[in-house]
């Protein structure tokens, strides 16, 4: 089984960075892909970003590509976001996931972080 947990969301102004953080419970980890996901009030829950157990990038989302960069330390059990130049549109609850495979689909879920981009 593993368990996620997202940190590092909060309160910023356009054109500012936060990080991002996934701490992941559970010794199958290093051989999970992972991904971030964003849900805007009101909107469908999007997919930002994936990599996969080896650290090479699935991909981005278009509105993030250039922006965002998503990484992960297998041996600390840890997923990252770096968010630069924040938009307005990039306020949402951000979610890391994790799966065995890259097929649409994730398995484990964190609780998600919020990030809000005020102008």
């Known amino acids: 089984q593993?368990?996620?947990?997202?940190?590092?969301?909060?309160?910023?102004?356009?054109?500012?960075?936060?990080?991002?953080?996934?701490?992941?419970?559970?010794?199958?980890?290093?051989?999970?892909?992972?991904?971030w996901f964003r849900q805007a009030p009101?909107?469908?829950?999007?997919?930002?970003?994936?990599?996969?157990?080896?650290?090479?990038?699935?991909?981005?989302?278009?509105?993030?590509?250039?922006?965002?960069?998503?990484?992960?330390?297998?041996?600390k059990k840890m997923g990252y976001l770096q968010m630069n130049s924040l938009k307005p549109e990039d306020t949402a609850v951000y979610y890391c996931a994790a799966d065995g495979t890259v097929a649409g689909s994730w398995r484990y879920w964190g609780q998600g972080t919020q990030v809000t981009v005020s102008s």
Do not use: P
């Open 2 to 35: 593993v368990q996620l947990i997202e940190s590092g969301g909060g309160l910023v102004q356009a054109g500012g960075s936060l990080r991002l953080s996934c701490a992941a419970s559970g010794r199958t980890f290093s051989s999970l892909h992972m991904a």
């Open 42 to 75: 009101g909107k469908e829950r999007e997919f930002v970003a994936g990599i996969r157990w080896s650290g090479d990038i699935i991909n981005y989302v278009d509105s993030v590509k250039g922006r965002f960069t998503i990484s992960r330390d297998n041996a």
